[in-house]
């Protein structure tokens, strides 16, 4: 996939390859993942996404909308069915983190052009895939 971003990201995007109620099974896959197993929601959607032609500020601006909603249900489930307990530092960090990081991201992808936003994206997807191989091979 990162591969694909980048590809699009030099050529230009000429059409999307994802349209409509595709991107429905696109969310409901990475909705599903990301519950499972607490990640795929930015690697599966957005990408898909993003090599589907999708303009970079909304792709990114929509999943960060949707993946909130998703994270607060998660919260809300565990917090009625196994409490906050110990953890809650953890929570409260991470809450502080994301206020703050929120707004500088939206500016960030507010300043740069989309097709730098796909290449660097895209170089982001290889990087870390290619992480996570090797650590596999480990």
């Known amino acids: 996939m990162?591969?694909?971003?980048?590809?699009r990201g030099i050529r230009g995007v000429t059409?999307?390859?994802?349209?409509?109620?595709?991107?429905?099974?696109?969310?409901?896959?990475?909705?599903?993942?990301?519950?499972?197993?607490?990640?795929?929601?930015?690697?599966?959607?957005?990408?898909?996404?993003?090599?589907?032609?999708?303009?970079?500020?909304?792709?990114i601006g929509s999943v960060n909308t949707a993946e909130f909603f998703v994270t607060l249900v998660q919260v809300l489930t565990f917090t009625i069915f196994l409490g906050i307990g110990e953890y809650?530092?953890?929570?409260?960090?991470?809450?502080?983190?994301?206020?703050?990081?929120?707004?500088?991201?939206?500016?960030?992808?507010k300043k740069i052009p989309d097709k730098n936003m796909l290449l660097i994206v895209g170089i982001l997807i290889i990087i870390l895939n290619m992480r996570n191989i090797v650590l596999l091979f480990i």
């Open 88 to 109: 809650w530092q953890y929570i409260v960090g991470l809450a502080i983190g994301g206020v703050i990081a929120a707004p500088l991201a939206a500016y960030v992808c």
């Open 15 to 59: 059409k999307k390859l994802i349209d409509g109620n595709k991107l429905i099974t696109v969310g409901l896959v990475g909705g599903f993942f990301y519950a499972v197993g607490g990640g795929g929601w930015g690697p599966i959607v957005t990408s898909t996404m993003m090599a589907s032609g999708h303009p970079p500020r909304y792709t």
């Open 2 to 7: 990162g591969v694909v971003v980048l590809i």
